[in-house]
């Protein structure tokens, strides 16, 4: 009887061992690069060019996106000082929707979890979702002159090493921003997998729009964090929920809060939360129902992909020093405060 026990308990963890042995060298990769960047692409070198309310500065804050893997959370406090520092609505707006989609942290879990047509969508829907949007908030948004603050001028008196400051922004200070998030999610995405009946979704939810519906109804009021909120994503689309429900769930949850709408529209005017709520929204059921009914389904075929189930194919030790090295630097951002 015990060693049944055993056994069942190890089964039921292994979901959240595949989870993390997937995830676990790519995101590792994705910190490392984005701490990089921040290194060497400071906000000074790009502020100037996304204060002028014009297709130029939607572009560069569109692009700004991809070295800085912030959570939902804290992508408020950085757009909000930007948009201080001088940047216009428009391009707040841009950074707004294409952090949780662009940066090069979820690219690449997103293609570890949902494969590289996913995560190629995601950019691409992002990229396009963020331009109009910014556009449309700088033509509509009634967008006021601010007194940006010259940051060309900063000069950083303290030459600390790059790489160190690559290295502590990338496995230090992102952590501590989403570490908790991304173990949460790794533990429901586990829990879901274990207990939520096989192709549930498929089953009694057969209909793409509906799922889709339902997912915007539950995302847009709740937190969901950026990369926290992958490997949900995969576990809920092996369990049935189509890939185009998937892909709105991605995009709206993580852009989306009540507390991330009431500093927005606090920040920028209602009409400018507006246009945001609007981008988000069409752009997340336009590019989901093109998932659903133009693309192939064999690009989202997630069981080919990543089974979190099968564990007869041997000990990937070098995934297993990832997790552990993972599993390490989450532990640090949590006890170090």
Request: proline share 5%; aromatic share 10%.
């Amino acid at each position: 009887m015990f060693g049944l026990m055993m056994s069942e308990g190890a089964m039921n963890i292994i979901p959240f061992i595949s989870l993390l042995n997937e995830m676990s060298p790519y995101l590792l990769l994705g910190f490392f690069i984005a701490g990089l960047l921040k290194a060497y692409v400071p906000k000074e070198k790009y502020i100037k060019y996304i204060t002028q309310p014009n297709f130029r500065s939607v572009l560069w804050a569109t692009l700004a996106g991809i070295p800085l893997p912030l959570c939902s959370c804290g992508v408020i406090p950085t757009g909000v000082a930007l948009h201080k520092e001088g940047a216009s609505k428009g391009a707040v707006i841009s950074f707004f929707i294409s952090i949780p989609q662009t940066n090069v942290n979820n690219v690449v879990v997103s293609y570890s979890l949902l494969g590289l047509p996913f995560a190629l969508i995601r950019l691409f829907a992002a990229f396009i979702t963020s331009l109009i949007g910014g556009v449309a908030a700088n033509k509509w948004g009634k967008n006021l002159s601010s007194n940006a603050a010259c940051c060309c001028g900063h000069s950083h008196s303290e030459k600390k090493n790059k790489m160190l400051q690559a290295l502590r922004y990338g496995f230090v200070d992102i952590m501590k921003d989403i570490g908790k998030w991304l173990m949460a999610g790794i533990f429901i995405a586990g829990l879901i997998s274990i207990f939520l009946p096989e192709h549930l979704f498929s089953t009694y939810l057969n209909n793409p729009l509906l799922n889709m519906l339902i997912v915007l109804i539950i995302t847009l009021p709740t937190y969901t964090c950026a990369t926290g909120s992958i490997p949900l994503a995969a576990v809920l689309m092996m369990k049935g929920l189509s890939p185009g429900a998937v892909f709105v769930f991605l995009m709206a949850g993580p852009a989306t809060s009540i507390t991330s709408m009431t500093v927005f529209g606090k920040a920028l005017g209602k009409r400018a939360l507006l246009i945001y709520l609007v981008s988000i929204i069409t752009g997340a059921l336009i590019f989901g129902l093109a998932i659903d009914y133009l693309l192939p389904a064999s690009w989202f075929a997630i069981e080919k992909i990543a089974d979190f189930h099968a564990h007869n194919d041997g000990i990937s030790w070098f995934k297993t020093a990832c997790s552990v090295v993972l599993g390490g630097l989450l532990i640090f951002s949590i006890l170090d405060r």
